[in-house]
């Protein structure tokens, strides 16, 4: 099924769709998809106009697509031969990595947990203010708040994520405060604070769980792949010729037992085989 068509050029629905996820075909919206197809055009025209200049027959061009396509069949060869070696990592690794990378999951500012209460009017903040205390504030905010969230769902939340309105306040405040009416664009509101993590204190594991799942897993695709690679130098002649690379020298001056062998080492590899 064609979609659009630039001349003789056709863009169909089935390359449409192998350009995004299935999944996402029942949530982005139309225009998303209508924004695509207008990129396609624009982009088909200016390939038609390169074309009749004849760029595509530039010896340079010609070295660049090369280079595009073996680099393309590299990575889907890759990629297939991995699709079959999924690799999920368990807890106890996911933990022992937690542990031995605390300092990479510092906080870089304080950080808070709070639940709010949001009304219309500076009046029925008043009156609710009058009501709350520690204890019943979810109460109260889950019968008048405009918005509410039980205690137990709320995140941490980085200065960057909370309305400057009630920044301020909170971020001189202690767990268990409860404020004044803060006036908001949206609202006035009365915010408890239920915890705070100052700058440099370690994320908790459980919120940066998943963001050591994908790097156990990008560092299992490169082991992979790297083994891989091993895999099929096996057999195969590879060789430089370190004398004809260019660049500087390093010209680090080396004293002592390093000199001499570096100097040796160089002469010795300028043709050898790289395993």
């Given at each position: 099924?064609?979609?659009?068509?630039?001349?003789?050029?056709?863009?169909?629905?089935?390359?449409v769709?192998?350009?995004?996820?299935?999944?996402?075909?029942?949530?982005?919206?139309?225009?998303?998809?209508?924004?695509?197809?207008?990129?396609?055009i624009?982009?088909?025209?200016?390939?038609?106009?390169?074309?009749?200049?004849?760029?595509?027959?530039?010896?340079?061009?010609?070295?660049?697509?090369?280079?595009?396509?073996?680099?393309?069949?590299?990575?889907?060869?890759?990629?297939?031969?991995?699709?079959?070696?999924?690799?999920e990592?368990?807890?106890?690794?996911?933990?022992?990595?937690?542990?031995?990378?605390?300092?990479?999951?510092?906080?870089?500012?304080?950080?808070?947990?709070?639940?709010?209460?949001r009304v219309?009017?500076?009046?029925?903040?008043?009156?609710?203010?009058?009501?709350?205390?520690?204890?019943?504030?979810?109460?109260?905010?889950?019968?008048?708040?405009?918005?509410?969230?039980?205690?137990a769902?709320?995140?941490?939340?980085?200065?960057?994520?909370?309305p400057?309105?009630?920044?301020?306040?909170?971020?001189?405040?202690?767990?268990g405060?409860?404020?004044a009416?803060?006036?908001?664009?949206?609202?006035?509101?009365?915010?408890?604070?239920?915890?705070r993590?100052?700058?440099?204190?370690?994320?908790?594991?459980?919120?940066?769980?998943?963001?050591?799942?994908?790097?156990?897993?990008?560092?299992?695709?490169?082991?992979?792949?790297?083994?891989?690679?091993?895999?099929?130098?096996?057999?195969?002649?590879?060789?430089?010729?370190?004398?004809?690379?260019?660049?500087?020298?390093?010209?680090?001056?080396?004293?002592?037992?390093?000199?001499?062998?570096?100097?040796?080492?160089?002469?010795?590899?300028?043709?050898?085989?790289?395993?």
């Amino acid at each position: 099924m064609v979609l659009a068509q630039v001349d003789q050029a056709k863009l169909t629905l089935e390359e449409v769709r192998e350009s995004f996820p299935p999944e996402y075909e029942k949530v982005l919206p139309r225009e998303q998809y209508l924004d695509f197809i207008q990129r396609w055009i624009d982009d088909e025209v200016v390939y038609q106009q390169a074309l009749r200049s004849k760029l595509d027959q530039d010896p340079k061009v010609v070295r660049k697509l090369e280079q595009l396509r073996r680099k393309a069949v590299i990575e889907e060869f890759l990629a297939r031969e991995g699709a079959n070696q999924e690799f999920e990592p368990d807890e106890a690794a996911m933990t022992r990595y937690y542990e031995m990378h605390k300092d990479e999951f510092k906080r870089k500012s304080a950080q808070f947990r709070y639940v709010h209460i949001r009304v219309n009017s500076l009046k029925e903040a008043l009156a609710l203010r009058s009501k709350v205390r520690g204890d019943n504030f979810s109460a109260i905010a889950s019968g008048n708040s405009l918005d509410s969230t039980g205690e137990a769902a709320v995140p941490f939340r980085k200065p960057g994520e909370i309305p400057a309105c009630l920044l301020h306040d909170l971020s001189e405040a202690r767990p268990g405060w409860i404020s004044a009416p803060l006036s908001c664009p949206d609202g006035v509101y009365l915010v408890k604070l239920l915890e705070r993590q100052e700058a440099g204190i370690p994320a908790p594991f459980s919120e940066v769980k998943e963001v050591i799942n994908n790097q156990l897993v990008m560092e299992q695709k490169d082991r992979m792949r790297e083994a891989k690679i091993r895999q099929y130098k096996e057999g195969v002649a590879v060789n430089v010729n370190l004398d004809l690379i260019p660049g500087q020298e390093n010209t680090q001056e080396k004293t002592g037992e390093d000199s001499a062998p570096v100097e040796e080492q160089n002469h010795a590899d300028s043709a050898s085989a790289i395993h």
